[in-house]
């Protein structure tokens, strides 16, 4: 509000300068802000029109969908996404709930620890066990495709839960980590350092310090890891053989052979698995760009 | 003296757990891939025979190889031009004061599609696309360009372009968010000075928003370059490689060689390269940070 100010004085003494009236001045906006509108609104029509349609088309019959792929379904057929989730969606779907909720719970617990280690302690080889850890933010999952499918088979956990959720913990610990750690260095010390006057050991400050004044980027990390496992493909694919432990997006897949025909239940799959982050996205977004803010410091 | 150690010892019990895994599941498997590419090998047969770097040889005379990396390459030249390029230019604007109360809305709908799984949005393309009942060529029809409805995927000269503009829709609003959020972090008072001035818009965005995001633009063209080189999901999903092998890309490859062709050995070169190729850029990456947080 307060920053109002210098911007009309200086507008007044561009007008006087330039010698342009006002009203020009005004005009010009004026048509900058159409096109600009205009522009964005198209955009965000290529944008958002493809997500819309897949969830309406989601409930059309075959026959609707080839006839009137713009207008509205001409019957609303709920029974659609019904059917999609007993075709074996609702079987992925659950894995992925499972699979997503473990690996989020897994990642904020050894994250936090490791953070608090990290931030809090000063001693000597931290900066090496750093290193470590945030190296792991630039390792492309493909290179570790192979080695870890035949470590999985080796110690006899592939095609199970566990082939999915032990890799997505590793992968996703050094990003958690690295948002942790620099949120904790910036929680004030003086209140850790009366709680261990008061007798408190380290545990009791993690855990009655660290992570309820934590609470923001702990949320934030649980978004974001929650998100890259939901969504993951590639270890899904490979890591898992039986189609009854298969997490959404490739059961999806299986499935589009499977209802090589059926449009409509089709996409209804895919909107029942795009659906949930769409929600989390829109209704914690604030914890979403916070993450990323923090995240995007160094990248 | 006893009571550093003691605080080291605590400090590394929380830290070793996280560390474990990353060991484990991350660490090991790098050092096993360059291992694994020096053999012959397969997933159901034990025996494995020494080839040292033959296979290295045979990848570099693969034309598919070269079609990989050109595809690859081809990925991340578009997604500068879209997500950096024109990302940045549509940050400048959401954040002009004449555009900013309608900011809120523009970006997070612009965010969108980067919050759904890549295997769905390549799914989701796959049916857009489609010659007879897609939308893509429902609305080219509708605006009366029958003749540009083509077979999108179907065509192998122009499947790869149909296969990078998807991620340019889906991840476009993603670094729209990552350039707004570095944006708010300019100092208000270098505009106020350069309204002063009198600088129209074009110049403020030269002269001030460009050199101020310096750092954020090098860490955006950097993630988008890593990105390009990890391309897999949507390949995978859309064309598998094909029409021909004109789509494929080094995931795909690999996927290929180890899981269809199922040569390990020759799958774990190509791993070597991803390796090479992203860890190089992630210095890159790391020296840009840090001479980001020097200044």
Known sequence: ?299 | MTKTFRNSRTAILFILPALLFILFFVFLPIVLNLYNSLFRWNSFDAGRVFVGLEYYGRLFKDPIFFTALKNNSLYAVISLVFQVGIGLIIAAVLEDKLIRRFQPFFRTVFFIPSVISIAVVGLLWQLLYNPEVGLVNGVLKTLGQSEWALSWLGDSKIAIYAVVAVSQWQYTGYMVMLFLLAMQKIPFEYYEAAMIDGASKIKTFLYITLPQMKEMILVGTVITVIGAFKVFDEVYVMTNGGPGRSTEVLGTMLYRAAFRNDEMGYASTIGTIIFVVTLTLSLIQLKIGKSGQEV
């Not at chain 1, 509000?1 to 006087?16: C, G, L, S, W, Y």
């Not at chain 1, 209804?268 to 989390?280: D, E, N, Q, R, T």
């Open chain 1, 1 to 299: 509000m307060a920053n109002n100010n210098p911007v009309v004085k200086t507008n007044e003494i561009k007008e006087i300068r330039t010698g342009s009236s006002k009203l020009s001045l005004k005009v010009k906006n004026r048509i900058f802000q159409t096109g600009v509108l205009i522009w964005f609104s198209l955009f965000a029509l290529v944008i958002i029109y493809p997500i819309i349609w897949l969830g309406l088309s989601g409930l059309k019959s075959n026959a609707d969908f080839f006839l009137n792929t713009w207008r509205l379904p001409e019957e609303w057929l709920w029974k659609n996404y019904k059917a999609a989730w007993d075709a074996g969606i609702g079987h992925f779907f659950l894995n992925s709930v499972f699979i997503t909720v473990v690996s989020v719970v897994t990642v904020l617990l050894l994250g936090s620890m490791a953070a608090y280690g990290l931030s809090r302690f000063q001693f000597k080889g931290q900066n090496i066990l750093l290193v470590i850890i945030l190296s792991g933010l630039m390792l492309a999952p493909q290179v570790s495709l192979i080695p870890l499918y035949k470590l999985l088979q080796a110690i006899g956990l592939y095609n199970t839960y566990w082939a999915l959720i032990l890799p997505y913990v590793a992968f996703q610990l050094p990003f958690s980590i690295f948002l942790m750690r620099s949120y904790f260095l910036s929680i004030p010390k003086e209140l850790e350092e009366s709680a261990i006057i008061d007798g408190c050991n380290s545990w009791k400050v993690y855990r009655h310090i660290i992570v309820p004044m934590g609470k923001p980027i702990i949320a934030s990390c649980a978004l974001l890891t929650g998100m890259n496992v939901w969504n993951e493909f590639m270890f899904a694919l490979v890591f898992v053989e039986d189609s009854a432990l298969r997490t959404i997006p490739v059961g999806l897949m299986n499935l589009r052979s499977q209802l090589n025909t059926n449009f409509g239940i089709q996409l209804a799959g895919l909107a029942i698995s795009a659906l949930p982050m769409i929600i989390a996205y829109i209704v914690f977004q604030k914890q979403f760009v916070r993450g990323l803010s923090a995240g995007s410091v160094k990248g």
